[in-house]
């Protein structure tokens, strides 16, 4: 007998995930969707002080990629015909609105306005990137059963702080990698032919996505899909989609954990064995025995309250008082105790270990990776050629990523980002040392750089260490032992 479910996932995906760990997982009981926690409406302590989301954009700033499977259950489910969310698909596949064997996915221009929006932190407050899915009338998901591996995964607050946020990262990879699997699955078992297959996939076999612009013939910026471009895409299927998508849905419906990882092979087989070490990481209560201070924001509340947030947690303000902050300041990668008796030495606050596991589970300390020095281990002084130098990730992987952009002038710029980091180069010389910078994101040696200029243009060494004693001290980049 399957365990009996208090999962916030999906019934498809509950029973899968459940099936791997061969127990139900956990409600999120904080993230209240039926009276939205991050509304103005809702009472919370912290309501005063921060920006609320607004009804009905909510957590919903986002357009989800809707797998063909996923597409089949939510209208195989609408047995009146009117509910909002298959009218939508409906509507989508009608006007040839990113409808493709794969998917239906978002447009290009709703990946760069969600891009665009979250860049200036209007996620949950910009109406323009309201999820097509939400109901307008009821302000509640119209796919709620179908719902992809994003949104199932996603919660503005954790019982578990930032344990249940990285737990939940994983299930959401796990999904996605089953995602990514059973929609090529049902394009091969339902017999799609070849030359669409060929526009839909890359030589290598990998999707193209349709908002990232990978498809090659033509789709409009909205995501409408040109009309011999559309019958190539569908072929033989063409005038049946909706017929293809419900037989999708009809295919993986009745699918084991166990025939889904028959399907999946070696990719899902990682997934799983991550999955099942995430959930045995989520039911432990050990406390790392080297902790480190999180990147943490303070935000001052009414009558000399304090708020701290953390990347893993930024939607769940701690209040906190003034002492345990400063505290917080002393963690830096030592062993946990020494750094316990040291606070108590200086007159600081008693941090037992219950104290200890809160500001954990908070994501307030967190462990030290391996990868990343602690800032109390990197020597200090003026750069040298020989220095050994890498980005610093945050002790969480935090990815490097660069962005091409515009300034207010229309001036082409480049942006480095690792967050909470954030570089912007606006002279041209210098985007090939930002670009070389993120081919050599895990380390180089500084005097390197001194080729890394445009063909003919060297940099010197003047300009190369002031630029890399700039990105030390911002903490962006970190020195080697
Ligand atoms: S998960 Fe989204 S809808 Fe649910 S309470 Fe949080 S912000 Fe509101
Ligand atoms: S599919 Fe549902 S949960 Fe996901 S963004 Fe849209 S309305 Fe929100």
């Avoid at 999820?131 to 302000?139: I, N, V």
């Avoid at 699997?181 to 297959?197: H, I, P, R, T």
């Avoid at 990347?311 to 990668?333: H, N, S």
Wanted: proline share 7%; charged share 25%.
């Amino acid at each position: 007998m399957e365990p009996k479910s208090e999962t916030p996932l999906p019934p498809l995906y509950a029973r899968w995930v459940e099936q791997v760990l061969g127990t139900s997982v956990p409600a999120e009981t904080r993230a209240t969707c039926l009276d939205c926690v991050m509304c103005a409406s809702s009472v919370a302590s912290d309501a005063a002080v921060f920006e609320r989301f607004v009804p009905p954009v909510k957590c919903c700033t986002y357009v989800p990629q809707i797998w063909n499977f996923l597409v089949g259950h939510a209208l195989g489910a609408d047995r009146t015909g009117a509910s909002h969310g298959p009218q939508q698909l409906r509507a989508q596949i009608r006007d040839r609105i990113g409808a493709t064997p794969v998917a239906i996915s978002p447009s290009r221009r709703s990946v760069s306005g969600y891009r665009a929006v979250t860049r200036v932190e209007g996620f949950g407050t910009s109406a323009d990137l309201v999820c097509p899915y939400s109901d307008p009338m009821t302000g509640g998901c119209g796919v709620w059963q179908a719902r992809n591996s994003v949104c199932s995964t996603w919660f503005c607050r954790h019982i578990r702080g930032a344990v249940g946020f990285r737990f939940w990262n994983v299930v959401r990879d796990f999904l996605a990698a089953v995602e990514r699997e059973l929609a090529d699955w049902c394009v091969v078992k339902l017999g799609l032919s070849g030359s669409a297959v060929d526009e839909l996939y890359g030589p290598d076999g990998e999707v193209r996505y349709l908002g990232a612009g990978d498809l090659r013939g033509c789709v409009e910026p909205d995501g409408v899909i040109e009309r011999d471009f559309y019958r190539a895409l569908w072929a033989n299927w063409y005038g049946k989609e909706e017929e293809f998508y419900l037989a999708s849905a009809d295919m993986t419906g009745s699918l084991s954990w166990g025939d889904v990882r028959g399907i999946g092979g070696p990719k899902l087989a990682m997934a799983e064995r991550r999955l099942i070490e995430a959930h045995a990481s989520y039911n432990s209560n050990a406390i790392p025995e080297r902790l480190v201070r999180a990147q943490i924001r303070d935000t001052p509340g009414p009558d000399g309250a304090l708020f701290v947030q953390c990347d893993e947690a930024p939607y769940d303000p701690q209040l906190m008082e003034a002492d345990l902050r400063t505290a917080l300041d002393r963690f830096d990668g030592r062993p946990r105790q020494e750094v316990v008796v040291e606070i108590g030495g200086l007159g600081g606050p008693a941090l037992a270990d219950e104290t200890l596991r809160a500001l954990y589970e908070a994501g307030l300390l967190i462990a030290v990776d391996g990868k990343d020095i602690p800032p109390m281990s990197r020597s200090i002084g003026p750069v040298q050629p020989d220095d050994r130098l890498s980005f610093f990730r945050g002790f969480q992987g935090q990815n490097v990523s660069l962005v091409q952009g515009l300034d207010e002038g229309g001036l082409e710029t480049v942006t480095l980002q690792c967050h909470p980091n954030r570089v912007c180069f606006d002279d041209p010389h210098l985007f090939e040392f930002a670009r070389k910078l993120v081919s050599f994101q895990n380390g180089f040696t500084a005097k390197e750089a001194l080729d890394w200029g445009p063909t003919g243009r060297p940099y010197t060494w003047e300009k190369v260490s002031e630029l890399f004693q700039a990105l030390l001290e911002g903490g962006m980049l970190q020195r080697l032992p």
